[in-house]
T-cell receptor
Framework: DAGVIQSPRHEVTEMGQEVTLRCKPI?????LFWYRQTMMRGLELLIY????????DSGMPEDRFSAKMPNASFSTLKIQPSEPRDSAVYFC??????????????FGPGTRLTVL | GENVEQHPSTLSVQEGDSAVIKCTYS??????FPWYKQELGKRPQLIID?????GEKKDQRIAVTLNKTAKHFSLHITETQPEDSAVYFC??????????FGSGTKLNVKP
């Protein structure tokens, strides 16, 4: 397996533009997580899905952020409109269910977002 | 919710010395404690984890200890090597899904 795949790896956009980040989890994983990493706030969980259903979105900063998982192999995180303070590295991670006994969350390479 | 505090924020050691990173958590229901290593510009990767029914776990040069009563856990790296230089994150979870991460420790191993 190629691991968790994210695209794009780098995104530079201007304030006010819509940004869409994409993630393909590891096949067989039914949990998917979106994290944001900044120097100031560290690694923050934004939202996570189980079997394509959002379970906890309490970390989503505001209505400008939305996430979807239309099927088991694809998820998007959208920011509309983007602001300079959204600049960060966004990680997607996936994992097996807790009952599997394998609890590791496997992280993707991240998308470095810069909003000018 | 859970609050995880991690210390120190930076740690510099000489190659061959030991390094210890400490974390505390607030929710006594937390039962899973992973440690992730993140090299510069890379993704976080799990290096060791421990469940609440175990007090210590070791994997070669790294070990993790857990004190449930005091609600703290620590990462120990012995015989440090330059390739151990990275940022280390602790985390706590009570359902093996939602991880609360500490703020990270930047470890620098000087050759």
């Amino acid at each position: 397996d190629a691991g968790v795949i994210q695209s794009p790896r780098h995104e530079v956009t201007e304030m006010g533009q819509e940004v869409t980040l994409r993630c393909k989890p590891i096949s067989g994983h039914d949990y998917l997580f979106w994290y944001r990493q900044t120097m100031m706030r560290g690694l923050e969980l934004l939202i996570y899905f189980n079997n394509n259903v959002p379970i906890d979105d309490s970390g989503m900063p505001e209505d400008r952020f939305s996430a979807k998982m239309p099927n088991a192999s694809f998820s998007t995180l959208k920011i509309q409109p983007s602001e300079p303070r959204d600049s960060a590295v966004y990680f997607c991670a996936s994992s097996f269910p807790p009952t599997s006994g394998v609890n590791e969350q496997f992280f993707g390479p991240g998308t470095r977002l810069t909003v000018l | 919710g859970e609050n995880v505090e991690q210390h120190p924020s930076t740690l510099s050691v000489q190659e061959g010395d030991s390094a210890v990173i400490k974390c505390t958590y607030s929710d006594s229901a937390s039962n899973y404690f992973p440690w992730y290593k993140q090299e510069l510009g890379k993704r976080p990767q799990l290096i060791i984890d421990i469940r609440s029914n175990v007090g210590e776990k070791k994997d070669q040069r790294i070990a993790v200890t857990l004190n449930k009563t005091a609600k703290h856990f620590s990462l120990h790296i012995t015989e440090t090597q330059p390739e151990d230089s990275a940022v280390y994150f602790c985390a706590a979870s009570k359902n093996f899904n939602k991880f609360y991460f500490g703020s990270g420790t930047k470890l620098n191993v000087k050759p």
